[in-house]
Every structure is written in C-alpha cells, then in structure tokens.
C-alpha cells in the first residue's frame, strides 16, 4: 500500500481492525500518553485521538506498537527495500544475479526526492505552535514536546537535499524559558548529524537553517531513525520505503515536505542556548534540565486536515522498541558487512538499548591451535564500541561462537554461556574517562563515564551456582540476598551515601567474600537496594543493573590486583544502588490513571481492550 499521507495510513489500519478511535476529549496533559502505555502494554491498536482538548488538530499513537503492524504498513515495499539495503552493502550481487536484482532497481526508482517549484507546495496555512497538541508526558516534563519529528538541516558547505540530514530529535515546544510560538527547544546529541551542520554554521558564523516535518507518510517517521549505510541519505530511504518519491519545496529559504502535516521552519543561531527538559526517557528515568540549542521559530503550518503523531517514551518496552525490532530485520546482516567478524550485536532493549550490548564474534587469530583466550574478540570489540551508537554502550559481553549455536535475545543463555567461561583475571577490559549516551546518568558527567568489555572463548571454567549460596546471606552488612540467575546472585545492602562510603563497604564485602573462598560458582554479584525486585524477572535485572552503574566507579572485585596495568578478580561485585546524582525513575500518576479508567468502562471507545 502506497500512502500519500498519514490519514491514508489511518483509514487503511482501520479499515482492516489495526486501529481504534478515541471519541471522549482527553487532556493533552498525561492523559494521553497514559492511555497510550496502556493500549501498547495490551499489544492493543493503534489510536486516533478525535478529541484533543485545547487543540483543534487530531493525534495518533502507537502505530508502531507491534512489528506486525509496523510491517503491515509497509507491506507492499518491505522486500523491495532490504533487497536495496542489501545491495548497498554489497553492490557487487547486482553484477553477479543481474536479474535476481531487477526488482531493487525498479524500487529505486523512488529513491531520488522530488522538487516541486514555485508556489505553495501544498494547501498549507499557518498557524501557531500553541495550536498544536500540547502533548505532556510525564509529571516532571519540563513542558509539551514532539516525539516523532523530522529534523531536516543541510550541510552549510555543500546546500541542497542530497546532503541533508533527517533525524528524530526531539522538540519542546513549551515550558521552561522558551517564549510561546517564538522559540522551540532542539535535544540533539553531539555526534548526530545535524550536529555536524550546526558546528559548520558555527565556524562560518551564520544561523543554521532547520526544519521540523510532523506527520506525513509513516516511511518518512522511520527513515528518520534508521542507521543507513554510508551514502545512502535518509530522503532517499524515505521514497524507497514509501513507494513514493520524497516530494519537497522550499518556501522562505525553508525546506518543506510537501506530505508532512506540519511543518515548523527556523534558525539555529550561534551560541544559543536554553534549558531543555526534564523529559521522561527510554531508559526509564527523567532526562534532567541542561542547556541545548534554542530554534527561533520563522514559520509554521500545517496542511487540511492535519493529524499530530505523537509516541511515549519511558521504561522499555515501549513503542519505541517495535522501532528497534524494525530496524533491525530492515537492515539485516549490515552490523557483518560494516564489521566482518561479527555475527550479531544486540542493543538490550529491557537496558534501556544504549547502556548494554551483547555480541557475537569470531576468533580466527590462531588456527593452528586450540583458542584459549579472547584476540579477535578485543579487535572486534574495540570496532564494536567505535561505530555509530553502539559507541554509546557502557557494557558489551561478547563471545565467540565455536561448536555451540549461541543467541544473543537468550539473555540468559547468552550470559551463561560467558559466565561459565570467562577468566576475570585477564578478560575484563576497561575504557575510562569516555563518553556515553546523553541521557545516562550513571556517569561522572553529561556525555561521561566509562566502558568495559567481558569477553570469552573456549571451554567452561566454572560451575554456575544455581542456588544463593548460604555464606553470601551472612555477609556483613547484607540485608538479603536472591539467585538472578545461575550465576547472578543480588545482594540487598544499605543505602548509597557517596562514592567514598561505598569503596570501604564493597571493600569490606569484598574482602568478606574473599575469606569464604567457596564462591568461584557466583562470577557476578549484584548490589542493590531491592534484590526481590532485581531477581523477580530478567527484565528488572538488566534494567536496574546497567542504568545504574558506571563501570569504572561500580564495579569492584574480589581478591582484586593489578598486573602490568590490567586489572582482575575472583568475582565481579556491581554497585547498582541508586545514587544521589541519577536521575529520579518514571512513576505513573495514580490520579491520571483513575481519570482515564472512563475510556476502557463499557460504553468508553476503549472498552474492546483487555488490559
């Protein structure tokens, strides 16, 4: 199906059941992302919100809140696109099946954006950002934002659409010191590619023009996400995927899309900035209040008709994991054709994506002899954590694949398998003082923190304990203790204090573990503030564990030393206790949730769902 706009998309899911709508004016402010983390945790349908209070424009959620759906969406060009993608990453296939490749050369054909010249690309009218659905999230957000924009810059050196970047940074359009209807706030993070345009404008002293396109085709939201080989360009991912050519204007200088429902249009300019957030994130927990690039804001509009996308964000799953699933059966094998030697690498998204990775590799570097510790692992790994987001990562476990098929979604046959092979004298490698996501504050700083790899290869060297072993539930100072899995045990100890307090407490319990000398069965130890919650499924595990530690602070070891500048242990002991300096959790509001219980009560247009 071919869809020249997003009502197209509305009107087909609902014409074949993918899509409720919501007749009852619901509040902008929390109502409608409650109602929208309670239809997707049901794997419920999409959501055409026809009554936005405050606004006169329609919303849409949650039309990417199954990849059933999503791929329903995108039937009728899904093949046609990752045979493209494909053929990206190795042209020479085209050469070599010239006919087996005939359909990606008749699907790029829509490849190229089209320029519509003179005159108003669409019947579009201005309006004002106060017009547009003032969409709230969270209690603590700093104010409305949009959460599926299209932000388009140029290259200042090198103008023009082929050297464009579309990208999904979030928009706030309210709150904090921002002035209503003249300036909008723009999160992006340093290494995005608009970032790269707004540092040229910088040097060269101009204001960087950008545009924000809401709404359109659903291909044109997705393209905006996807890591795409080198060279090809998210507009020409866009037409590919749509079936349809990315058709565009430029009015005041501005470029518009000609399929977007809104548009807003400003400048960039050099040094400014203001207060962005706090904003409810992925990993679970607010993105606090810093300085980010302030838009002024030229012109907006919006076209007949309009409809507002909007998703949630917060403790994954979310909506935005469907996004990651998506991606990654689009691009396939091009985490191999980028980094030959890897198999798979595996942002968890229970972690929160960017806090963890887990990967498998190959270990070629001796053939001659039996492998017996990691070589082409640490190469790989090094790549790993050099490329795109994946530099983002505090932890990557990975592993070679031998005699044993291993899979990197077995979260806990991936971890076993390390676990039960890994030397932690000598295959722990650290990368202090580097840069992470933007949005962890498990760190030192904004964008700082640390790395460390655990690899392994070969044969087992332990027996995973399956049970809490007796002597860890007499620990000083631990006030319980609970089996994770084989291997894991969470220890509950006291509040965290400060990061001088806790080096002589994890010393102590280290040094407790140490004169028990029965525990090499228990690689990993977890400290926690709630080991019942840590252990109750894998899901809280990965979570509290990975967005609460910074590796080099956090991790402590049993009968640790160092040897010629390598550090090692007996047992990894992890310090995931929630510190002062994080960030606070994302808490549903109980008033919000008993206001909203009115839509899914018989007569509500929700009621169909089981919850």
Known sequence: MVYHSLEACVADLEKHGHLVRIREEVDPRLEMAAIHMKVFEAGGPALLFENVKGSEFRAVSNLFGTVERSKFIFRDTWDAVQNVIALRSDPMQALKHPFRNIGAGLAAKNALPARKSGGSPVALREIRISDLPQIKHWQMDGGAFVTLPQVYSEDPDKPGIMNANLGMYRIQLSGNDYEMNQEVGVHFQIHRGIGIHQDKANRRGEPLKVSCFIGGPPAHTLSAVMPLPEGMSELTFAGLLAGRRFRYSYMDGYCVSNDADFVITGEIHPGETKPEGPFGDHLGYYSLTHDFPVMRVHKVYARPGAIFPFTVVGRPPQEDTAFGALIHELTGDAIKQEIPGVKEVHAVDAAGVHP????????????????????????????????????????????????????????EGFLTHILARIDLRRDLHFQTNTTIDTLDYSGTGLNAGSKVVFAAVGAPRRELCREVPEAMRALPGIVDASLVMPGIVALRGGAFASYEAAGRELNDLCEAIRANGTLDGCPLIILCDDCRFLSAELNNFLWATFTRSNPSHDIYGVNSRYEFKHWGCDNVVIDARVKPHQAPPLIPDPEVERRIERLFAKGGSLSGIKL
């Open 356 to 411: 963890l990775l887990f990967a498998i590799g190959s270990e070629r570097y001796a053939p001659y002899q039996p492998v017996e510790r990691p070589a082409e692992l640490l190469t790989l790994a090094n790549r790993i954590l050099g490329t795109g987001q994946l530099s983002l990562a505090k932890y990557l476990f990975i592993a070679a694949e031998d005699t044993q098929p291993l899979d990197t979604h077995d979260v």
